[in-house]
């Protein structure tokens, strides 16, 4: 009888015992697995948020090796939009300017000055300034005026006819007029 007590309280005690462990380890996998959970859910967040900086990223890569070949052209582009507003030290291109739209209209340039120069508005990257020239020359007719006047008016350089004064005698036309032109700083 003692042992049969003994032997019962032996399966009592082993039956707490492995309850209580099983209950401990539930208890101890159940916190792991929140935590784990929790982490397992922040990193595949950020995961998706990589992937989408990633994407991002590759895209904007794409963009840069198509402009990457088209950079030849953009450069030529930028030179002929630099060359529409040139600096303020090359005023001596457009005099040279000047004498090249009237030699090629049939046309003389007897003289050109420059009559004033004034600031003018400031953007992000440059102040922009007005010249004025007062040009003296004569036409071989009207046909070589017309021509003269077309090509100032499609010149590379933005020109302001701002006065024309015309006279003629028999063989051809005396010009006087006056432009303005804008120049950067």
Do not use: C
Request: no cysteine; hydrophobic share 40%.
């Amino acid at each position: 009888m003692v042992e049969e007590k003994k032997e019962e309280l032996n399966l009592k005690f082993v039956t707490i015992v492995t309850s209580v462990s099983v209950i401990i380890f539930l208890i101890v996998t159940f916190t792991l697995g929140r935590f784990l959970w929790n982490d397992l859910t922040k990193t595949s967040a950020e995961l998706k948020a990589r992937r989408e900086i990633l994407k991002a990223d590759q895209n904007r890569l794409a963009n840069l090796k198509k402009l990457k070949a088209k950079e030849e052209e953009l450069k030529e582009k930028n030179k002929v939009v630099l060359a529409a507003l040139p600096t303020d030290s090359d005023v001596a291109g457009l005099f040279v300017q000047y004498e090249r739209i009237a030699s090629e209209s049939g046309a003389s340039l007897k003289s050109s000055t420059e009559s004033k120069t004034t600031t003018g508005s400031t953007t992000s990257s440059a102040i922009i300034t007005t010249a004025d020239y007062a040009l003296d020359g004569q036409a071989t007719g009207y046909g070589a005026l017309k021509v003269m006047l077309d090509k100032t008016e499609k010149a590379l350089r933005i020109i302001s006819v701002e006065s024309l004064d015309l006279s003629s005698d028999s063989s051809t036309v005396g010009v006087k007029m006056t432009t303005k032109t804008f120049l950067r700083k």
